[in-house]
Nanobody
Framework: VQLQASGGGLVQPGGSLRLSCASSGLISSINVMGWYRQAPGQQRELVAVAPRYASYRYADSLKGRFTISRDNAKSTVYLQMNSLEPEDTAVYYC??????????WGQGTQVTVSS
């Protein structure tokens, strides 16, 4: 499985961005699609995950501002980020997990929230 993330960039506080991550390869093996992020000097943390046949989950601190969605026909996962704050500045990584629990990571896309 190969992952290609896009949509990062520089945005002012209060702004919005939409990240996309397209999958290719053994896409029929994908169960969970999700997003993680890593800020400078911090550990990588969960943002949101979208299982194929289960409820979507979010980091508690991001509920209400971030929305994950997936288009199975396009094998793509999205992350809509609203009301962005400087604390959201990080490299955002897409992640997929197959039905046999093998994980794949995208290359990361930088999101910078600054005035």
């Amino acid at each position: 499985v190969q992952l290609q993330a896009s949509g990062g960039g520089l945005v002012q506080p209060g702004g919005s961005l939409r990240l996309s991550c397209a999958s290719s390869g053994l896409i029929s093996s994908i169960n969970v699609m999700g997003w993680y992020r890593q800020a400078p000097g911090q550990q990588r943390e969960l943002v949101a995950v979208a299982p194929r046949y289960a409820s979507y989950r979010y980091a508690d601190s991001l509920k209400g501002r971030f929305t994950i969605s997936r288009d199975n026909a396009k094998s793509t996962v999205y992350l809509q980020m609203n009301s962005l704050e400087p604390e959201d500045t990080a490299v955002y990584y897409c992640n997929v997990r197959t039905w046999n629990n093998v994980e794949y990571w995208g290359q990361g896309t930088q999101v910078t929230v600054s005035s």
